[in-house]
């Protein structure tokens, strides 16, 4: 996959729809491609958050720990992004992604993200919108749920 | 020391200066005749005078001495010679005097300059002894660069004075001595005359002098401030950095300048103001000789050649004058710099030379109680850091320090260790005061470390063995003219009154560790070096380093066995394809275009991309099958994306770490290049922009890159331009390059990259960690370890060990106290660069060590958290200077005090 592809795919990604080309051109320039085979570990529940990762090919796990062991409690397809809350503030990785079968990703180092984000407040509001819509929807299903007859 | 600079000469060179004063005294005989001659060839020969008949002789080298009371006493009554042959004689017995002379004058000169030479040894070296042996406290107020200024070139016009101290004026005396004398002798008023001038000349220009001497230390003490200054720069460059503040050093050095500027200015000004008087004092002489010289002879009441001696022996009245007016100031000039470094190198309570000793029989075993009795110290400006603490600690325990922040844990360490003086109170071991033992045995039987470890310019073999070189103690042995070499050097030192220890010597105190030389000792340390957790990281840098084939024969003789063993285990590890292999028929993909092309490592510091895509040889390759053109036209592609890319970033900006086609610098060129060459058909493109776009396409590396420019067809074509690069290759690329061979260890690649012999991939995640695991562990199977951890052990630690990191040099610091067979071991919060769980786990490693190695020694810790505590015997509390609680870990957690505390924060 060539570096416009990923350029591509990124455009895909939510958080970076709205960012201009060229922007997530560097973007995609500065950050490492990685390639996983099926069981290696992109990051760990509990480790610091360093990177976010873009998945271009393949697909991973989300699990978590719990009393019981892992459970795996999602799947990511390409196109997805994980680990992007930790690399926005301070907290601790909150699941451990698995690769399931050979996988590409786009590795995002948390300072260049940040050095981008502060270079581009365009850039900067489009991903505050986006996050915001996540909170908004979550305030909604939250509140659905709290309205739910127990 | 003395205080008089005289007397300092005096006490160390007055057999020599007697002699060479003597010597001095019998040149001036030849001296004087040399001007009694030309009188004595004018009037004679020349002028007839004796010869006034034809055959008429005259005694030739006839010697007669006149003697008050006794008379004339004739020694020789010579050669009688006639008037011609008067002449030869005379003129030649001229030109032997002239020889005469001239040979006094060399080896006057010489002795002297020796005489110099050696006293400037004994004052420089006598200097550094002192450094060497100030107290503590001293080192808090001098700035290392003035010392070493002082050192340097502040003594160095001392030692081309001491060797004119008293010949100059007696010498220089004495010839104007004579030559006013013999001007005295020839005429009275001419005499008065030459001695009025004098007397002007050596009364005025000393006193003009003066102002001279005030501005010279003036421009002493401010060039050394100078250097002071600069020296703290370079060792605040990072504070500097940090704060901005490099402008306000720059008004600092620029005023700085300024006053030396002005100061030497002034300098200059009267300097030549004085010559300027001088020699108008020294010209009016022969005016006057001329004028009353002249009318003298017109009256007839001096001869012609009277006058013609007395103005030649003027010619020489002066110069001496001037040398000895010169000596003056010079005498006056070094007195006060020898004054003033006098007074910085005399210090009160200097360490006895007795502590210092050379010592080279292994010191008893310090296997006595240690005892603190009402130990009190304070810091610099009179704060106790400890109050009247006593303690003890028997021989073999282990101890934890702990306490408060400023507890003073570190100011009993650095007690124990010599670094501070008590202000009062006593630290004992058995019977002997601490202060009283000589470095002998502090320096052997106990050790110390800190978190501020020093390291010396070297390598990290010189620093971790640094604390084992005492004494000389393998002499070697030198043969022929080496030996005849080193004889003169332990001469030399003695007549200078320094030590002829031998540098070359071997030093290092092998059976110290447990070795046995220099083959083994490798071994002896090596568990150390992996109990501090040390040992990866000098594999690491021995694995990064270039090595010399033939010094390291068991590695590089078996290359290829480690190739495949590494082929091997990454099939196991299915990891094969995680490291790309170098194969002289396939292109590399993880390697870059320009290693595909080249095929093999630069040697030299010669060479880089672009030199070698200018190179007209390597052009003239590319041209063959017109992959010049395909690179051209890649290069463009590549630097028009950089370009694109990067163009509206700052060039301090970090994402042009990661760009790597070209620097920050470089890019604007590249900008304006692509402009001029857009659209250019390659043909009509200038070699020169040429070789700048080729170069670009030389870095890329595809997977890394990801712009998609590296079709199969340039990739084969990159293979066969590679064969072809090497099968016309001209002599003098030969030696430029190394080529990659399967079966060969290139010496001018790293030791990872000959056991790699291949790249790593660019994308494989984790790559580079897995691969060192895997290379470590190859080399342990094959018993390779410790040869790269001796190449390792080669790695140059920069200036103040500064190519170390800090984690580095603090663990080379403790491994260095615990090599050695000491003791009493100190340490002082050695680790602080570290987090706890490592130091706690490196305290441990070390713990096994010393139960391994069946040693026991006092182990005193003092620790930075309370955490580690349990690991030791006792554990002592300190807090605001006093010792507030002891005992072991459990009673300690048992009670109520602030040990409890700290542990539970």
Redesign the interface.
């Known amino acids: 996959m060539l570096l416009k592809d990923e350029v591509g795919m990124l455009k895909r990604v939510p958080l970076f729809a709205g960012v201009e080309p060229a922007k997530l051109k560097l973007l995609a320039f500065t950050s490492d491609r990685v390639s996983y085979n099926a069981g290696q570990v992109l990051f760990r529940q509990g480790e610091e958050g360093d990177a976010a990762y873009v998945i271009l090919t393949g697909s991973a796990d989300i699990l978590v720990e719990s009393d019981a062991g892992q459970i795996k409690v999602a799947g990511v397809e390409p196109n997805a992004i994980v680990g992007e809350i930790a690399i926005l503030c301070d907290v601790s990785r909150t699941a451990t992604v698995q690769a399931s079968e050979r996988l590409e990703a786009l590795r995002i180092r948390k300072d260049h993200f940040l050095r981008m984000l502060k270079e581009n407040p365009e850039m900067t509001l489009e991903i505050l919108k986006v996050l915001a819509d996540r909170l908004s929807a979550t305030t909604a299903e939250l509140s659905l749920e709290r309205s739910r007859p127990h | 020391m003395d205080k008089s600079l005289a007397r300092y000469i005096w006490k160390h060179t007055w057999r020599q200066q007697i002699w060479i004063l003597c010597v001095v005294g019998i040149s001036m005989i030849p001296y004087f005749m040399s001007f009694d001659l030309p009188k004595q060839i004018v009037n004679g020969p020349i002028q007839g005078e004796g010869f006034e008949s034809a055959g008429t002789t005259q005694p030739f080298l006839a010697i007669s001495i006149d003697l008050p009371w006794i008379g004339t006493l004739n020694l020789f009554n010579g050669f009688q010679l006639g008037r011609e042959q008067m002449l030869y004689a005379l003129s030649f017995f001229f030109l032997f005097l002239v020889m005469v002379n001239g040979l006094f004058k060399f080896y006057i000169n010489t002795y002297k300059g020796r005489l110099g030479e050696r006293m400037l040894r004994r004052l420089r070296f006598g200097l550094v002894d002192r450094v060497l042996r100030f107290p503590p406290f001293q080192f808090k107020r001098v700035k290392a660069a003035e010392v070493a200024t002082m050192v340097k070139d502040e003594v160095e016009p001392l030692g081309g004075f001491i060797g004119d101290a008293f010949v100059q004026p007696a010498l220089l005396g004495g010839q104007a001595l004579t030559a006013l004398v013999f001007i005295l002798l020839q005429n009275f008023w001419l005499g008065m005359i030459a001695a009025a001038i004098v007397a002007v000349q050596v009364i005025l220009i000393p006193k003009m002098r003066k102002r001279l001497i005030r501005l010279g230390r003036e421009r002493q003490l401010t060039a050394r401030q100078l250097s002071g200054r600069v020296g703290e720069i370079v060792d605040g460059i990072n504070t500097i950095h940090v704060h901005d503040t490099s402008n306000y050093e720059r008004a600092d050095i620029a005023e700085r300048l300024g006053k030396i500027f002005k100061i030497r200015y002034d300098l200059y000004q009267w300097k030549f103001l004085v010559k300027f008087i001088n020699n108008l004092l020294a010209q009016v002489t022969p005016f006057l000789f001329y004028l009353v010289g002249g009318y003298l002879a017109l009256r007839g009441r001096v001869d012609v050649g009277q006058l013609v001696a007395v103005i030649a022996a003027y010619k020489d009245l002066p110069g001496p004058l001037k040398d000895l007016i010169d000596w003056d100031q010079s005498r006056q000039d070094v007195q006060v710099k020898y004054q003033q470094v006098y007074e910085q190198f005399s210090v009160d309570r200097l360490v006895d030379p007795k502590i210092q000793a050379l010592v080279q029989e292994e010191p008893n075993a310090l296997a006595v109680p240690l005892s603190v009795t009402n130990l009190t110290m304070v810091d610099d400006s009179g704060a106790p850091l400890l109050d009247r603490v006593s303690l003890q600690v028997m021989p073999g325990q282990t101890v934890a320090i702990v306490g408060t922040p400023n507890g003073g844990g570190d100011a009993l360490a650095e007690a124990l260790a010599r670094i501070s003086w008590p202000e009062s109170g006593r630290v004992t071991l058995g019977n002997d005061d601490l202060q009283d033992l000589p470095e002998s045995v502090t320096g052997r039987r106990a050790s110390y470390a800190s978190s501020d470890a020093y390291l010396f310019a070297g390598t990290l073999r010189d620093n971790l063995f640094y604390g084992l070189k005492h004494a000389p103690l393998t002499p070697t042995k030198y043969e022929g003219a080496a030996a005849t070499l080193r004889d003169w050097q332990i001469g030399e030192a003695k007549l200078s009154g320094n030590p002829d220890y031998d540098i070359a010597s071997d030093w290092i105190d092998y059976a110290s560790v447990g070795a046995t030389g220099p083959a083994d000792i490798i071994h002896a340390v090596m568990p150390m070096l992996a109990a501090v957790d040390l040992s990866r990281d000098i594999l690491e840098l021995g694995l990064r380093s270039a090595i010399d084939p033939r010094l390291h024969a068991a590695l590089t003789g078996r290359i290829v066995e480690l190739r495949s063993a590494m082929r091997e285990r990454l099939e196991q590890e299915?990891l094969s394809e995680v490291v790309v292999p170098f194969e002289p028929g396939a292109y590399n993909s993880e390697a870059t275009v320009g290693e595909n092309l080249l095929f093999g490592a630069v040697t030299g510091k010669d060479w880089s991309p672009r030199k070698i895509a200018a190179n007209p040889y390597f052009a003239s390759v590319l041209a063959a099958d017109a992959l010049d053109e395909a690179l051209y036209g890649m290069g463009l592609d590549i630097a028009e994306?950089a370009v694109?890319?990067?163009r509206d970033l700052p060039p301090d900006h970090?994402?042009f770490q990661?760009l790597g086609l070209m620097t920050a610098e470089e890019l604007p060129d590249y900008e304006a290049l692509l402009q001029k060459l857009t659209g250019k058909p390659f043909a009509t493109v200038s070699a020169e922009d040429r070789a700048k776009i080729i170069a670009v396409s030389f870095e890329y590396v595809e997977?890394?890159?990801?712009?998609?420019l590296l079709t199969d067809d340039i990739r084969q074509r990159v293979v066969v331009a590679r064969q072809r690069f090497y099968e016309g290759l001209p002599g003098a690329l030969q030696d430029a390059i190394e080529p990659y061979n399967p079966e060969k260890y290139t010496a001018a690649a790293s030791v990872m990259d000959n056991v790699l012999f291949g790249r790593i991939?660019?994308?494989?995640?984790?790559a580079p960690e897995k691969i060192r695991a895997l290379v470590f562990s190859v080399l342990e199977n094959l018993e390779l370890y410790d040869e790269v951890l001796d190449v390792g052990l080669d790695y140059n630690v920069g200036v103040a060990g500064r190519r170390l990191s800090n984690v580095q040099r603090q663990k080379l610091d403790v491994a260095r106290a615990f090599l050695k067979k000491a003791d009493i071991i100190v340490l002082n919060r050695p680790l602080l660069a570290l987090d706890q769980r490592q130091q706690e786990q490196i305290v441990r490693n070390i713990f096994d060590e010393l139960t391994r190695q069946q040693r026991s020694p006092t182990v005193i810790w003092v620790l930075p958290s309370a955490g580690m505590a349990p690991l030791f015997d006792r554990i002592f509390v300190f807090d605001a200077g006093s010792l507030v609680e002891e005992g072991s870990y459990e009673t300690l957690r048992s009670e109520n005090g602030i040990f409890r505390t700290l542990v539970s924060q």
């Open positions: 299915g994306q694109e890319l990067f970090p994402f990661q997977p890394r890159y990801r712009f998609g991939s660019n994308v494989e995640a984790d």
